[in-house]
């Protein structure tokens, strides 16, 4: 289960520095400006929650592989970003961002539950580090995030921490998979069927 673990973890690195240097060259960035944001979506969002944990350096400060994977991941976005436009990438980049969402949002999960911390305080670690590079990202290059739009990604990554901490008196391989399988099941579910959270209607609002 740990290698599986570090598997995962690897694929949400990478499909996060991913997604984070696409949206780079799409928005006219330079080379620096495209890893900078693939930095930035892996990474930001665990950085602060370890910071709120007390984990004083964070674990990706005293682990540079992880740091050159993504930079070497922004660099080849930056220079091969045509082929990710394809649909059957796109459709690879979607899976794989949902795994690393999964993984990241376990994991978060696992932290929170390390230190102690109840249930909702468990929910909001894990969504932080599973979307919270993403969150940044968005507002450095000038967008409402993600995460606050209509689509199942903060909620699916607060599902899997409430179910990882639910599970954990069974055993942290058990909350693992429970945690993981909940993420994945409501991210791919919802996103197949179309599923999308309330929203005000803004006729009415004004």
């Given at each position: 289960m740990v290698s599986l673990l570090g598997l995962l973890n690897y694929i949400g690195i990478v499909s996060f520095s991913a997604s984070g240097a696409l949206k780079?060259?799409?928005?006219?960035?330079?080379i620096f400006g495209v890893a900078v944001l693939g930095l930035v979506t892996s990474y930001a969002?665990?950085?602060i929650a370890e910071v709120l944990l007390g984990m004083v350096p964070p674990l990706v400060l005293k682990d540079p592989l992880d740091l050159l994977m993504s930079i070497a991941v922004s660099i080849g976005v930056f220079y091969f970003w045509r082929a990710l436009q394809?649909?059957?990438?796109?459709?690879?980049?979607?899976?794989?961002?949902?795994?690393?969402?999964?993984?990241?949002?376990?994991?978060g999960a696992y932290l929170a539950t390390s230190r102690g911390l109840n249930v909702v305080a468990v929910a909001i670690i894990a969504t932080l580090v599973g979307t919270g590079g993403g969150a940044l990202r968005d507002v450095l290059v000038?967008?409402?995030?993600?995460?606050?739009?209509?689509?199942?990604?903060?909620?699916?990554?607060?599902?899997?921490?409430?179910v990882y901490y639910l599970a954990q008196e069974l055993s942290k391989v058990y909350a693992s998979a429970f945690g993981l399988v909940t993420v994945l099941?409501?991210?791919?579910?919802?996103?197949?069927?179309?599923?999308?959270?309330p929203r005000a209607n803004q006729a009415q609002a004004v």
């Open positions: 780079g060259v799409r928005k006219g960035l330079d969002g665990g950085i394809r649909p059957s990438t796109a459709k690879a980049l979607f899976v794989a961002d949902a795994i690393g969402l999964a993984d990241f949002a376990v994991f000038g967008e409402i995030p993600m995460v606050l739009r209509r689509e199942i990604y903060a909620t699916a990554a607060a599902a899997g921490g409430v099941a409501l991210r791919l579910v919802s996103y197949e069927l179309g599923l999308e959270l």
